[in-house]
Nanobody, 128 residues
């Protein structure tokens, strides 16, 4: 059974940093993609970043480029999202998700419907 468990959320002032972790378990294949998504109250869930397990290729939404960094530690089966220069607009519940069925095009990377496993989410609140 695939499990994704997020941790690391919290309250931080604008300009501060947080690192989110996603502990991954249960995959029988080494070829999957882990994505980070966020959902603010009243808004749709949006893709923030993702990383491929086999080649380490990454994707970032324009809104977080230069501020967020995704990485993976294969020995620990953990994917991280380092978030710097946080802004109040980054306030949301952050979810990690996994796709082990592949993508037909790169434009699908940030689409929640393309991910078939989800964690429970962790709250990130950025105060102004």
């Amino acid at each position: 059974e695939v499990q994704l468990v997020e941790s690391g959320g919290g309250l931080v002032q604008a300009g501060g940093s947080l690192r989110l972790s996603c502990a991954v378990s249960g995959f029988t294949s080494e070829d999957y993609t882990i994505g980070w998504f966020r959902q603010a109250p009243g808004k749709e869930r949006e893709g923030v970043s993702c990383i491929g397990s086999s080649d380490g290729s990454t994707y970032y939404a324009d809104s977080v480029k230069g501020r967020f960094t995704i990485s993976s530690d294969n020995a620990k089966n953990t994917v991280y999202l380092q978030m710097n220069s946080l802004e109040p607009e980054d306030t949301a519940v952050y979810y990690c998700a996994a796709n082990d069925i592949g993508f037909s095009r790169s434009g699908d990377y940030p689409r929640p419907s393309k991910y078939n496993y989800w964690g429970q989410g962790t709250q990130v609140t950025v105060s102004s």
